[in-house]
């Protein structure tokens, strides 16, 4: 896979070896088990996959060369590059501004932005009708676009099933960037709707049947439907399609469940489904598998506790937190700040979007036995960090090279 120049300060020398080692000895990418690190009165266990994605890395380079190739420029980011807080503060000391927020909100208007000014996409994509606009102001928006290849080949999927009039259904968070920059791509080519979980999807099931009144669903699915979707024949043929970083087991059954409900519906056999559904596989990205894959083999050895690291609002992030804590006590945290001390850590229960200090985290008896993985927007650093700061917990000091020597 291509290498991307990212800044020296986003990389761990201790994990980049571990990563290379584990690389070296499973070229194939089957063993799934985590990478211990023995301290003795400590022991963390690494998954096997976690950290900067490629389309992570492609926007990180793009963002760092577009500073760099534009000098007295103004240079904008459409929303945040990546859902990471570090990443993001980071390319704001750069002078990048920032136009709006996750969730669409104007933070600097477009009207302010001229033909002069550069504009990059994150690498969630964008909306057609935003980069029609920006097209419209005389902005190129080709040069400067970090929309990860993952995203777009997702994008590509809907367009193909679209030419086969299928109407598109995506899996995602209604108001995540990918989702909506998805949404307006496949609502471009079919009708579309947006489900965001197994209830949704049931609920649309109850409109594939037709036993739920047709006013009922442009209520229920409020802005999440494509101008002009007609209840009446739109749910005749479908496919699905999904956020790239959605929980893998969540997009099957729901895959599988709308399927079920066209077999149903139609009185389809195994031959005749495809015509009703279109066979699309899931759409989730190389890094969601692997890393969702990578906790669950992780999960398999004994620990007391696990600690997932990314930034608050990473949909991927959120995901591995959400496999871990249906094993045993989990902490979701952005960075070695966190850690307040050995008797408590600031946790982010992102089911209730707050966050609060947890007493007594670590259990009071040796050895310790620690999960850890990040979010593909998570620098490697900053989980060398928080291995450093537990370690120091135990009077533990090691260098990358003391740790290598376990695996040599
Ligand atoms: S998580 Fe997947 S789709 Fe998202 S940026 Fe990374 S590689 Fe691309």
Not at 124 to 136: A, D, P, Q, V
Not at 172 to 185: D, I, L, V
Request: aromatic share 10%.
């Amino acid at each position: 896979m291509k290498s991307f120049d990212v800044p020296v300060f986003y990389r761990s020398p201790l994990i980049s070896a571990i990563k290379k080692k584990r690389k070296e000895m499973d070229k194939m990418k089957k063993d799934f088990s985590p990478t211990l690190l023995d301290f003795g009165p400590l022991r963390i266990r690494l998954a096997r996959h976690f950290g900067f994605c490629y389309g992570v890395e492609n926007a990180i380079e793009i963002a760092f060369r577009t500073v760099a190739e534009n000098p007295g420029k103004r240079i904008f980011l459409l929303s945040e590059m990546i859902h990471n807080p570090q990443v993001n503060a980071d390319l704001r000391s750069h002078g990048i501004q920032f136009l709006q927020d996750t969730y669409g909100k104007q933070l600097i208007p477009f009207a302010d932005l001229t033909a002069e000014d550069v504009v990059m996409i994150p690498a969630f994509g964008t909306t057609l009708e935003i980069e029609k606009m920006l097209n419209g102001i005389g902005i190129q928006t080709e040069k400067y676009n970090t929309t990860c290849p993952f995203v777009e080949k997702v994008w590509n999927r809907s367009e193909a099933i679209a030419k086969k009039e299928y109407s598109i259904v995506i899996h995602g968070k209604p108001k995540h960037e990918e989702t909506r920059a998805t949404f307006s791509h496949a609502a471009g080519s079919a009708p579309a709707v947006v489900v965001e979980d197994m209830r949704q999807a049931e609920s649309l099931a109850g409109y594939i049947r037709g036993d739920k009144p047709a006013s009922l669903f442009y209520e229920e699915f409020a802005g999440q439907y494509s101008n002009g979707f007609d209840i009446s024949k739109d749910l005749e043929r479908i496919g699905v399609v999904n956020q790239t970083t959605m929980l893998a087991s969540d997009t099957q059954a729901i895959s599988d469940f709308l399927r079920q409900e066209m077999v149903k519906k139609f009185g389809l056999t195994e031959a005749s489904v495809a015509g009703r559904f279109a066979d699309t596989r899931d759409t989730l990205c190389y890094a969601t598998l692997d890393n969702q894959t990578a906790v669950s083999g992780m999960l398999d050895a004994p620990a007391d506790l696990a600690i997932v690291v990314g930034g608050y609002n990473s949909s991927n992030t959120s995901h591995l937190v959400e496999l871990c804590e249906e094993k045993l006590p989990t902490y979701f945290i952005s960075s070695a700040d966190n850690i307040l001390s050995r008797d408590e850590i600031i946790h982010y229960d992102f089911h209730h979007k707050m966050e609060s200090v947890i007493r007594n985290y670590l259990p009071g008896t040796t050895p310790v036995s620690i999960l850890i993985t990040s979010g593909a927007s998570c620098p490697d650093a900053l989980v060398e960090g928080i291995i450093r700061k537990l370690a120091g917990y135990f009077d533990v000091e090691f260098t990358a090279d003391d740790m290598m020597e376990q695996f040599t």
